[in-house]
């Protein structure tokens, strides 16, 4: 294998305590190209320059051989595996792989028990664990004394977020590194690795672009989808893997995604914030990319619909009406053509004026009626649909507004006797909500004086279920 040019040259690092075969056997030759591409050492390593470059976390680790318990965080394909393999070598430590997938406790069991008979021979141990998020709590729990105790050093691999599916106490006794996907020069470096010895002398600009694409930052899914079009190109007698080649072996690329996980509520914040932000291009980027990385578009329909009571509320109540109805269009057609009627629903949200004053307003109530516990309802305000009621005093002295002017009851306070009136909702002069404003002001200063004013200025009530010209 050539390895060209790595992160750092190979003298810039100890070399290893022993052989490659100590930890792991070397690839035979019809392992897959990603496995036969694995570094042997750090020098090899291609991507990650914020841990592995000079001065840097694991750089340092390895260069002053200092061990200690660490989880890899990072998507799919960036190198967790390989890191791990690599410090079993430089440490002199022997290598005990799990994953969380296939093992249980009586794995974990059986790991403890060869890292005490390595301890007896004077040897350390890191077990690795491969997805260790799939692992519950009380597997992880395993862990603990042993790793509290110094019989192994742990390190896990996650592409989950450790805050949420790693035990706090787990966590606490490891150092998290996170692993950023590999960039387009990286891949660029591994494509020219495989090349060297895959029976093809070149590649067309373009094949490796679509190539880069694809690999949507995974070295691993660069090199499985290479290994196919090399195979296609050997059988074609083609020494030079082109574009309509590499396209008859590539299957859709599909953009990193994993539903329920750590990708999903980051894109779903992004597009959130997108939508707040009346930012329509990077909202629809947003939403196209969830919907490509293969997200539910109804779980798309609920989120939007949420941000119009959330995030526009009634500086446009329009904006709700349009996000039900695109979520119940999307019902009737299903995909593909649904989601254009979502995406129409991302547009308006985008561009409507916003208001969080609703939103605000309901918080600022619940947390009040908390703070005041069971306050008793006047009884003027009580319903009376008895004798019995009647002569308790429910519903007298009760003003009913349609019989006053304006239908208003001027002067009369809904609280609780002896509250002072709060004052949750704040409308915007954005929106609907300039004219919600001047009604609030007319009715406040009814309520001082006893004048008559009209609902909505010059408009009638019924302009406040109408968006405004803005």
Known sequence: ????????????????????????????????????????????????????????????????????SMLFWGPPGVGKTTLARLMADAFDADFLPLSAVLAGVKDIRDAVAQAQAAQQRGRATIVFVDEVHRFNKSQQDAFLPHVESGLFTFIGATTENPSFEVNSALLSRAVVYVLEPLDADDLRLLLQRALAGGGVEAIEPAAQERLIRHADGDARRLLGALELALQAAVRAAQTTLTADLLEQTLGATLL???????????????????????????????????????????????????????????????????????????????????????????????????????????????????????????????????????????????????????????????????????????????????????????????NTRGSVVSSFGPESDSAATEPSSD
């Open 256 to 446: 990193r995604f994993d539903k329920g996980g750590e990708q999903t509520y980051d894109l779903i914040s992004a597009l959130h914030k997108s939508v707040r932000g009346s930012d329509v291009d990077a909202s629809l980027y947003w939403f196209a990319r969830m919907l490509e990385g293969g997200a539910d578009p109804r779980y798309l329909a609920r989120r939007l619909i949420r941000m119009a009571v959330e995030d526009i509320g009634l500086a446009d109540p329009k904006a709700l009406t349009l996000a039900l109805e695109a979520a119940q269009t999307y019902e009737r057609l299903g995909s593909p053509e649904g989601e254009l009627a979502l995406a129409e629903a991302v547009v308006y949200l985008a561009v409507t004026p916003k208001s969080n004053a609703v939103y605000k307003a309901f918080n600022a109530a619940r947390a009040f009626a908390r703070e005041q516990g069971t306050q008793p309802v006047p009884l003027r305000l009580r319903n009376a649909p008895t004798k019995l009621m009647k002569n308790l005093g429910y519903g007298k002295d009760y003003r009913y507004a349609h019989d006053e002017a304006d239908a208003f009851a001027a002067g009369e306070t809904y609280f609780p006797d002896g509250m002072t009136p709060p004052r949750f909702y704040q409308p915007t002069s954005r929106g609907v909500e300039e004219r919600i404003a001047r009604r609030l002001q007319d009715l406040a200063e009814r």
């Open 1 to 68: 294998m050539t390895s060209g040019p790595g992160l750092f040259d190979d003298a810039d690092l100890p070399a290893p305590a022993r052989p490659l075969s100590a930890s792991k056997p070397a690839p035979v030759a019809n392992a897959p190209l990603a496995e036969r591409l694995r570094p042997h050492h750090l020098g090899e390593v291609v991507g990650q320059r914020h841990l592995l470059g000079p001065g840097k976390p694991l750089r340092v680790a390895f260069e002053t051989r200092r061990l200690h």
